[in-house]
Structures are given as C-alpha cells and as structure tokens.
Nanobody
C-alpha cells in the first residue's frame, strides 16, 4: 500500500500562486511517478500534470502548460505542483496519485495508470 497526503491548497486571488505538496509513504518502491488531477464542481476529474521517475518524463494538460510545474524531491518522497498565474477556472479539488510501473509516456495522463490516490486539497481562485 502507498499512502498519499496532499497539502498547500487554499484561497488565492486571480494571478496569484500556490504550491501543492504530495507526500508519499509506504511501498513507494512499487510506484514510478506521480500525477496531479483536479475536479471542479459539476465536472469530471481531469489530468493536470504528471512526472515519471524512470526514463524521466513530465506531462501537462494544455490548460496549465506554461503556468504549472511538477517536480520531485526524491529524498523527501514528495512531489510538488507549483501553480502560477492562477485564474478562477483553476478552482477545484486537487488530487495527487501514484503512477504504476511501466507506464508509457502517452498514458501518463490516463487515470487508469494510477493505483493510489490522496484525499485531495481544495484550491479556490477568487477575488
């Protein structure tokens, strides 16, 4: 089992920044990366960003490219999502998820490749 705990959400004004953290514990050796997903009220959960550890690779949704950056601190078993220039459309519950092994690049955005999920952290962008 892998446990994931998100933190860093909150209320921010449009144009502001936030950094989300996802701390992993347990059998992290069974995972090969991490992803961030989000779900806005009345909408389906969608891919935001992902990072693969082996054959290092990062992927972003078009809606966040150039504004969000995913990174990893291996020593802390923690993945971060740095979010810049936030807008109200970014308001959602953000979830981190552990990527399963042997995931090809084109599948990093697929929820089916993620085995463990955190509880989520709320991000609200509003003036």
């Amino acid at each position: 089992q892998v446990q994931l705990e998100e933190s860093g959400g909150g209320l921010v004004q449009p144009g502001g920044s936030l950094r989300l953290s996802c701390a992993a514990s347990g059998r992290t050796s069974s995972t090969d990366g991490m992803g961030w997903f989000r779900q806005a009220p009345g909408k389906e959960r969608e891919f935001v960003a992902g990072i693969r550890y082996s054959s290092p690779y990062t992927s972003y949704a078009d809606s966040v490219k150039g504004r969000f950056t995913i990174s990893r601190d291996k020593a802390k078993n923690t993945v971060y999502l740095q979010m810049e220039n936030l807008n109200p459309d970014d308001t959602a519950i953000y979830y981190c998820a552990a990527l399963g092994p042997r995931t090809i690049a084109s599948m990093i955005s697929s929820q089916t490749r993620y085995n463990y999920w955190g509880q989520g952290t709320q991000v609200t962008v509003s003036s």
